[in-house]
């Protein structure tokens, strides 16, 4: 087997260079020549690097797993707007979530494993560019809009646990190679333009002297967004330079982008149900940047003796500012930032938030609004080195890698009001009485780095010509250090019960983990007939917990909770313990962390077992099936208190089957795939989710520690001593078996091509999925109907000798409650259809004018929901504000919040090539 420089060596330099070599040297030229020119003359053994580095490449007849790929051509003929978009309409196994509501913002998942550019979802999929990792070191996310699509060569995606891809590879990896001058030589652009205001340019041009080459490639992309206040603006720049050698090759690349996205994220059914257009609460912007550069090659020793290197740096920057309801408003029931009118003293302090003594409430001065203001920078630098062997029967690959990452968060709250366009803003004369409303209180800042060493392996071994054993292992060394910033204890409380005097202290919590793990798979090919590979595999992965799953870690160390003597000279009293994270402040994603304890790495195990193969010469198809268990996966849970945090969960478990059908029959081109996915939980746990209807809304079930109560008997109720002890107030019990949320169990993608003439084509494509269950309804039990009725907490004061109930005091009081809310709205959001339709004629040579059609019969449909309430609620006793904003949350509406889908979209465009392929 060749070098990979060898094989991607344009067969014209190739030409040259052989009758060249045989006026020279007739003996040398008879074998190298021959042996040079063979692999490219083999149809359909399209050579695949098995791992994040070239140099090693073996076809997809040796690879033990259903990988699929998309080359330049396929993407550019989607037209999609991002690898995620093409990833959904076209392969396997896929579907996207919009909680974020922006089209470069997609929560993208495989086989229930999802890539995700929001902060605290759980990741389980690695994606690389070029070699380079861009899962983000702070938080494992991965940013879909700083990657420019008309850079791609091509990119496969491996499923599985494949360890060579490293860490965070749970369900799969994302190896994305660009375009170079000797891949993509000549000139394209294109414009397009169309609903919503959307207006995007592409712009690229390669080229190359046989040893010199350059590419360059540019994405503008702007629009009004077809929901309220929703423009976005993308920029995409993408450079690289090749040197092609006699024994080998050099590249450098750079990648910039600079993005402003506006994501105005879920919005309640009943408002979605009346008008999609419409924005819950603004603004809701990401400002994302990155540099990356790199720099490598290959050398090649021999003819079948390889070695290939590169060193990068990346850094990223990513602002944000939301604005969002303020949830603490719900607690404005007593004296602490109540309202005083000094026109009427006589009323004294009023509850702002009338729910608990049935009142209107009260609009004057009271904050409903809160901007969340945030920076994160991140710096990565790695270098990696291989050495491949490709030997006759055997291809063999040693490598050692180290990533080392830096990232600094902050974060700064202010509370503010919300205008009758529900946009949160800050008005410091208009909230006198609230010092988080007068300047900006920091949250938790955070600096950390993490590094990770590594050693890598792989065999592909041909025990015979239709028999193929491939064998892989890598161990990872993962260190993680940080600092972080929080608030002291007098900011522990909600931002409208800070005191006047508060001065934004902070605490400083230093914290180190260490992680190893070593990784192996093996599995095989076996091709029994022509036409036919059936493979099958086994293998091991790891994640170790991102920083943000690190700094909002419970942890349940036993911790004495006090409360002030009864004057001023007696000691502290001591009621009880609680868990160490309940004395500290809860982790509000992606806002809020906290120093906390060692979360162990998930530890992960893949099987899968499949074939594929031609039914003729223009049709093939693939069968799979596979299952992928979790240890020790991580989610963000209950505690009690009405907090969460993420702990370790125990055993989740993604299987299912994938089948796949395409081909040509006459003018047609046919393209069909179907998949069934099962992620579920395998472990009960306990989480907090206020809105569901299932839930425990009985207030005894917390526990005294947890309340505070000192000089009172509590009557607990039996889930009082479950969650660990925590009490289960709030929570809901996820029991195994339970459907993960957002992860539809039957996905179906047809895509049909009509070549009407040579110049003139149609396509047609669907998106068929079924229903999911939201965020919130982890259980699958939420139902319509019922209440969220609480049950008071029940307390008497004790007796000063016995510490027991003291009936002379009236025995025990029950606190009183607002009214229940009833549960109207289902935890699940619904399956759907889309279709899309597009077409392209060739007017002259090298122009073409495009037309699409997204959602061609304007489908409503949601992709991602989520349990909540809505303040925005018609009102029989409460205020109204002019936002609709309702001052009396009882008669706030419990909601499933929806992501929903585009309306249908008309686009045109103009597509130009010179010299290209």
Known sequence: MLSLATLASPLSTLAQQAPAAAASAPEAASSDAAVRLNPVLVPGKRATDVGPMPGLAVTKDQIPANIQSATKEQIKESRALNIGDYMNTQLQGVSVNDYAGNPFQMDVNYRGFTASPQIGTPQGLSVFFDGVRVNEPFGDVVNWDL?????????????????????????????????????????????????????????SAGGNDDTLG???????????????????????????????????????????ASNELIGNGLIPLSLYEQRAETVFTSPDRSDNRVLQLALG????????????????????????????????????????????????PAAGVQ????????????????????????????????ASLQFNWNLPTRSVMVGASID?????????????????????????????AFIAAQMDIPGNNFEGTSTTKSLYASDTWTLAPQLTLTTAARYNHTTVDNQLLTRTVEGLVDLHELPANYDNAQTLTAEKFSYRSLNPSIGLNWLPAPGLNTFANVSRGSRTPSVVELGCAFDDTPTPVTLPGATPNDPPVVIGTTARSLLGPGCNLPTTLSGDPYLPQIRSTSFELGARGLLSANWEWNASLFRTDLKDDIYYVGVGQGRSYFDTIGKTRRQGLELGLQGRAGVLDVKASYSYTSATFESPFYMTSPHNSSADFDQNSRTQADLGYRDYQLLPSPGASLNGGRGTYHQILVKPGARMPGVPAHALNFNLGWRVTPSWKVGLGMQLRSMSYVRGNENNLHRPGGTDQETGQYY????????????????????????????????????????????????????????????????RYVTAGNLGVNPFSPSTVGAIGVSGWNYNSAEWQPSTFVGPGAPRGIFLGLSYALGAD
């Open 796 to 859: 008497c004061p004790t007796n000063a000798q016995t510490r027991a109930c003291d009936q002379s005091e009236g025995g025990y009081i029950q606190t009183p409650t607002r009214p229940g809310r009833t549960f109207t709205q289902k935890g699940t959001v619904p399956g759907f259809a889309v279709f899309n339709l597009d077409t392209s004629v060739v007017v002259t040579k090298g122009f073409t004018v495009v037309a699409q059609v997204t959602n061609l019969f304007d489908r």
């Open 147 to 203: 990657i420019p699509l008309n850079a791609i060569e091509r990119f496969d995606l491996f499923p599985g646990s494949n360890p060579l891809f490293g860490l965070n590879t749970l369900g799969g990896a994302i190896s994305v190679r660009s375009k170079n001058g000797f891949t993509a030589p000549g000139v394209e652009g294109e414009l397009l333009a169309g609903s919503w205001g959307r207006r995007q340019v592409k712009l």
């Open 214 to 256: 350059g590419f360059v490639a540019y994405t503008g992309f702007r629009e009004d967004g077809w929901r309220d206040n929703s423009p976005s603006r993308v920029h995409q720049l993408f450079g690289r330079g090749d040197l092609r050698l006699d024994r080998g090759s050099l590249f450098a690349s750079a990648l910039f």
């Open 297 to 344: 090659g290959q050398f090649d020793v021999s003819e079948t003796f390889n070695v290939t290197g590169q060193i990068y740096t990346r850094k990223s920057r990513r602002g944000g500012l939301n604005g969002d309801i303020y949830e603490g408003f719900d607690d404005m029931i007593g004296l602490r930032g109540g309202y005083f009118d000094p026109d009427n």
């Open 351 to 382: 509850p702002r938030n009338g729910a608990y003594y049935n009142t209107p409430g009260v609009i004057t001065g009271t904050p409903i609004g809160l901007l969340t203001d945030t920076a994160l920078d991140q710096r990565t630098h790695g």
């Open 404 to 432: 080392r990452s830096r990232s600094t968060y902050s974060m700064f709250q202010r509370l503010g009001l919300i205008d009758a366009t529900h946009g949160v803003y800050a008005d410091p004369a208009a909230l006198p």
